[in-house]
Each structure stands twice: as structure tokens, then as C-alpha cells.
């Protein structure tokens, strides 16, 4: 099997890259540095096509990180254009091709439903309102050309992410390993979460399914907040008595990104990855972190 690959060097794809070439898999990373064998440049619509040809699946992961930078209004529309160029680009090269791959499977995130504390959301719930709303949406738009070419688009509507190398943990582990840790805000909100094991598992479920459209990557089981501060802080051994207010979230990363990623509240659940016979490793919360201090202390 043949893999390509965008956002190769990221913390997801560079985790995806490891698992696959463990089990011999031939993968081409594209990304925009050097160091990637394949160059491209999603704003000036760049990308050597023939380097795609004759390739069985196509991942697509880049993206503007969502919480690098406060959410201004030049940094909303980088996070906006940097997935709709980067998959416009995708889509329309791998249309264009003389064999084409079986497959793009496509990011996306659970943000496409928005903010809704109330309800259980499935693939088949519609969209919310917000500004990751609209992201996900033109995002997921953008591969139609690759689907009326007649490849098989998944559309990956990734949740948290939990693993050591990167994400939010990447920045919550040192405050919990200081006795820093704590609830946010009231700490009743819902979190939708997917362990790493899990998310590099089921996109490679996905590769060999028949699977199509919208694919929610979460957990079965959303925690609140407290349950997950809770969790985390029994895996390091560590107090986490503390609290962060919504008004400090807000200050540290602007009312926006704090609303919309960190007080976020849905409860997602992957409802066609579990129809379709997928088994997680991790469904609870608490597996899911001892599993991520054992291998931190083997590491």
C-alpha cells in the first residue's frame, strides 16, 4: 500500500507516518519544508501532481493550529484559509489524475456541531453556529471535487486528541506535574476526547473501509470537566484543586478561541466508526491517561 500524506510532521501525522511505515507501508510526506519529499504550497496552488499518481489512499492533515495564537481577525482568516486553499488544492490534483487513489480521508473536527450541552450528537446531527462551524463546513465542502471524480471522501471530525507528544496535553502535563492543575470554570462542561491510539486507529480503520461522508473521531464516552481534571490528575499522582475562570481563559487566548475550544460543551459520539465494527482501546477516560503514564515513564 502506498500513503500519502499532508501535515506529515505534525502531532498526528507524524504518529500516523510511525505507524505505518512499522507495518512496511510505503508513505510520501507532503509538506511545505525541506525535509518533506513532496513540496507544496497551498497559496499559490502548488503541488506536483504526478508525485500523487499511483498512490492507494490520501490523508489529508494540515491546518493552522486552532490554539497557537489568539483568534484576532487576521488570524481567524488563516485558520479559515489555510484549510479550504490546502484542501481545494488536495481535492482538485487528485481529480485530475490519471489513477487515482481509492480514498481521501480528510480532517475535519466535532466543531462542525457547535455548542450543544443538551444533546448526544451523531454523524446524522445537523451543524451548530459559531466560527468553527463555519471552518468545518467549508472545509468539508472543499473535497467535492475529489468525490465527484469518484473517490471515496471521509471526512474526519476529530475530537481532542489525547497524546504525550503534542495537543492539549502537551501544554496541560506540565501544569499538572507542578500541582497546577484544575477544573475550567464551572467544570460541568462536556468533553468530547479520543485517545491517540485511537485516533491513529481508526484512520486506519477508515483506509480499508467502505465508509464514507462525515466519520466522528471521539471516545463513546464524553466526560465533563471535572471528571476530566480528576482523571488526569490520579495518572500523574498529583493534587488539581485549582480553577480556571472563563474571564482568565478569555484573557490568556480571546473570548473566542476560550468560548469555542476551551468551554466548548458536546457530547459526541462515533456512532458509524462503531456500526461499522470498530473497537477502541481506550472507551474511558481514566484508561486512557493511565495508559499515556505508563508509557511516559518507559519512555
Excluded at 482538485?92 to 489524475?97: C, F, H, K, R, V
Excluded at 486506519?204 to 464524553?222: F, H, I, K, Q, Y
Excluded at 478569555?250 to 468551554?263: C, H, K, N, S, Y
Aim: hydrophobic share 40%; net charge positive.
Amino acid at each position: 500500500m502506498k500513503v500519502a500524506i499532508t501535515g506529515s510532521s505534525g502531532f498526528l501525522g507524524s504518529a500516523l507516518v510511525r505507524s505505518l511505515e512499522a507495518d512496511s507501508v510505503e508513505v510520501i510526506r507532503i509538506g511545505r519544508s525541506a525535509d518533506g519529499a513532496v513540496r507544496w504550497d497551498p497559496e499559490r496552488g502548488l503541488l506536483d501532481s504526478t508525485t500523487l499518481e499511483g498512490t492507494d489512499i490520501v490523508v489529508h492533515l494540515a491546518g493552522e493550529a486552532l490554539a497557537s495564537r489568539r483568534w484576532t481577525r487576521k488570524q481567524k482568516r488563516k485558520i479559515l484559509s489555510s484549510r479550504v486553499k490546502g484542501t481545494r488544492l488536495l481535492s482538485e490534483t487528485i481529480a485530475g489524475l490519471n489513477h487515482k487513489p481509492s480514498a481521501l480521508l480528510s480532517a475535519s473536527g466535532i466543531g462542525f456541531y457547535g455548542k450543544r450541552p443538551d444533546e448526544v450528537l451523531t454523524e446524522a446531527s445537523g451543524a451548530g453556529q459559531g466560527f468553527l462551524v463555519d471552518v468545518c463546513r467549508a472545509w468539508e465542502q472543499e473535497t467535492s471535487t475529489a468525490s465527484q471524480a469518484g473517490v471515496r471522501v471521509c471526512h474526519l471530525r476529530t475530537s481532542l486528541v489525547l497524546g504525550a507528544g503534542g495537543g492539549l496535553l502537551a501544554k496541560l502535563l506540565p501544569l499538572y506535574r507542578l500541582g497546577l492543575g484544575g477544573r475550567l470554570g464551572h467544570g460541568r462542561q462536556m468533553m468530547s476526547w479520543i485517545s491517540l491510539d485511537d485516533q491513529i486507529g481508526a484512520i486506519r480503520w477508515l483506509m480499508e473501509s467502505s465508509l464514507d461522508g462525515p466519520v466522528n473521531l471521539t471516545s463513546p464516552n464524553a466526560v465533563d470537566n471535572r471528571r476530566f481534571n480528576r482523571a488526569l490528575a490520579q495518572s500523574l499522582g498529583r493534587p488539581a484543586f485549582l480553577a480556571v475562570p472563563r474571564f482568565a481563559a478569555r484573557i490568556l487566548l480571546g473570548t473566542g478561541a476560550a468560548d469555542e475550544l476551551v468551554f466548548s460543551d458536546s457530547n459526541v459520539v462515533p456512532e458509524r466508526l462503531l456500526d461499522d465494527g470498530y473497537t477502541f482501546r481506550h472507551q474511558q477516560i481514566e484508561d486512557a491517561f493511565a495508559s499515556l503514564a505508563t508509557s511516559d515513564k518507559g519512555a
